[in-house]
């Protein structure tokens, strides 16, 4: 059993940047893919990136692309989503997955941290 806690999210400006982290334990982190979720109210829960177990391979959705970066650190069982030039669009829970498969981006995921919220102003 694998759990995941998400930090980092908070209030920031437009334009600003936040850096999430979610710490997992409980499983070998290494053999796990990673992904983010967001879910802002009222809408269906989203793909926003996603990263190999190796940490080679990284996808992102359109959304977030040349905005967002998804890395991992296996020596510490944690994975990143660094945020820049965020916009009020952007604000929503963002969630941590693990999912011992391949990365996907249906969010038919294994594991899921219990959120943290992100929110932007304009």
């Known amino acids: 059993q694998v759990q995941l806690v998400e930090s980092g999210g908070g209030l920031v400006e437009a334009g600003g940047s936040l850096r999430l982290s979610c710490a997992a334990s409980?499983?070998?982190?290494?053999?796990?893919?990673m992904g983010w979720f967001r879910q802002a109210p009222g809408k269906e829960r989203e793909f926003v990136a996603a990263i190999s177990w190796s940490g080679t391979n990284t996808y992102y959705a359109d959304s977030v692309k040349g905005r967002f970066t998804i890395s991992r650190d296996n020596a510490k069982n944690t994975v990143y989503l660094q945020m820049n030039s965020l916009k009020p669009d952007d604000t929503a829970v963002y969630y941590c997955a693990a999912d011992p498969n391949l990365a996907k981006r249906d969010p038919r995921w294994h594991y899921w941290g219990q959120g943290t919220q992100v929110t932007v102003s304009s």
């Open positions: 409980g499983g070998t982190f290494s053999y796990y893919s």
